[in-house]
């Protein structure tokens, strides 16, 4: 019968370390070392993107806040200025009343004047034209 040798030969035994050890150092140097690399790439753009964002966010929540309140400081002024303006037109409108006014009321005393020169002229004429008449009743009455 043959017989079965169990015991390692140690010169295979350091070959196939050697082999083992080969592979381990070409395996480690073209797939791992590539990999974590590319790893540590993506990861910093990823957390680099991610604090970009944030510092980003950071500036816009602060470009927003200026800009909130230049709207409310723009409202604002527009505000005075809008009163300003109402209150001008208010005073010239109340100017120009009070200058209709007076031109109306200068006018109507015009008129009043002018009715009563003519009111008087015709009482005047109403004393002459009754007096004509009574002239003619009287002339055509007493002497027919």
């Known amino acids: ?16 370390l050697i ?17 974590l690399k590319l790893k540590k790439h993506r990861d910093a753009l990823t957390t680099g993107s991610v604090a970009e964002t944030k510092k980003i966010q950071q500036q816009n929540e602060i470009l ?10 723009a409202i604002l002024e527009a505000q005075k200025i809008s009163e300003i303006m109402i209150s001008e037109a208010g005073k010239k409108q ?3 009343t009070r200058e209709a006014q007076n031109k109306a009321s200068a006018f109507l005393l015009e008129i009043r004047k002018g009715i009563q020169g003519d009111l008087l002229n015709q009482r005047m004429s109403i004393k002459e034209k009754a007096q004509q008449l009574s ?4 002339d055509k009455i007493l002497k027919s």
């Open 1 to 16: 019968m043959s017989s079965l040798n169990i015991a390692p030969n140690p010169k295979a035994v350091a070959l196939l």
């Open 19 to 35: 082999i083992f050890l080969a592979n381990i150092l070409i395996i480690k140097k073209l797939i791992l070392e590539s990999f």
């Open 64 to 73: 927003q806040k200026t800009i909130e309140s230049k709207k409310k400081e």
């Open 94 to 96: 109340e100017e120009l």
């Open 135 to 138: 002239d003619v009743f009287y």
